[in-house]
């Protein structure tokens, strides 16, 4: 149940897309880094993070920056910057159709990529007028997780949270299951014309099969109703299921009596994200062969061949553990700050993780 699995539909968009693509990926890869960015206002040079590793792993600079910062600016909280949560509709916010058509829709990629999908979802339904189904997860991606909706998800609360902005129901009707459905994959980063558009399929269905769910709404000049419905779909609409929140809670009580404060650290830096993205920096020969391997057998990724050098330069690969660990420590976090591994298994395991763990040797993970 990692994040991100999604990310080869990016791929595609690689030349069309180059803006997205980055801000996807360095979302994907470096999670962490952006929070900390919001968190400190604190923005090293990417130069010195990703190119210059001699000169960031002289001890002398990171132990002045580290002196330099107070407990108060490492932990206290952020400030909002005037930023506040909009989720209210307007006044000019339409109800929920209680319309007769249906969407049901496959999810696709990892947890996170899917949340913002199935958020993306209940707006189409919302501007097609239709009822949707509760989507299907993504079972086929490296991860093999048979989790359904219910298993992640609050599926009531889902579904009441969003009863004024969309007919939302457990199951196609059974008199619907084995009618004709139009099956579309529709275009990501669509505007409302577009699905304005695709309303017109309602003349000959009755049910709409969207094989995705990366519609990627976002940014397309959607009404303002629409973007406060996304977010409250993602922020409100979709909690985990009580079982996932007790469970959270008990691993955040665990590492809290542990040392009280702890970074958690999603350190994408797992087997299919490299093969995928192709980038083998720091990597052994064998490990590059097995990741292009891997990446040459997993059909649904549809670029084969990737130049390394290039996919760091552009600034489309994951931290390596060691450059977070630079990173963390340029910050001025502390060697014996608490740090959790949110992410999966690392590339690499033990050995890798060393290159981390160096610099912060108190490193907890769930495995
Ligand atoms: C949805 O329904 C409203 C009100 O009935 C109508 O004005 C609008 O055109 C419909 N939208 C689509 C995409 O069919
Ligand atoms: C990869 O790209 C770099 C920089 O553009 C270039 O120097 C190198 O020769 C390329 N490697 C291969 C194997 O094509």
Redesign the pocket.
Known sequence: MANNRGYPHFRRFLSRRQYILTTALFTISAFVFSIFLLLYGFAPKEDDILKDDTRLEEPQQSQSVQQQVSDENLWGASLSHGLHPCIKPTVRH?AA?G?DHYITVRSNGGLNQMRTGISDMVAVAH???ATLVIPQLDKRSFWQDTSTFSDIFDELHFITTLQDDVRIVKALPKELESIPRARKHFTSWSGMGY??E??RL?KDYQVIHVAKSDSRLANNDLPLDIQRLRCRALYRALRFSPSIESLGKKLVERLRSHSGRYIALHLRYEKDMLSFTGCTYGLTEAESEELRIMRENTNHWKVKKINSTEQRVGGFCPLTPKEVGIFLESLGYPPITTIYIASGEIYGGEARLSELKSRFPNIISKV
């Open positions: 339409k159709q319309s501007i097609m007028n699905y304005e695709m309303a309602w």
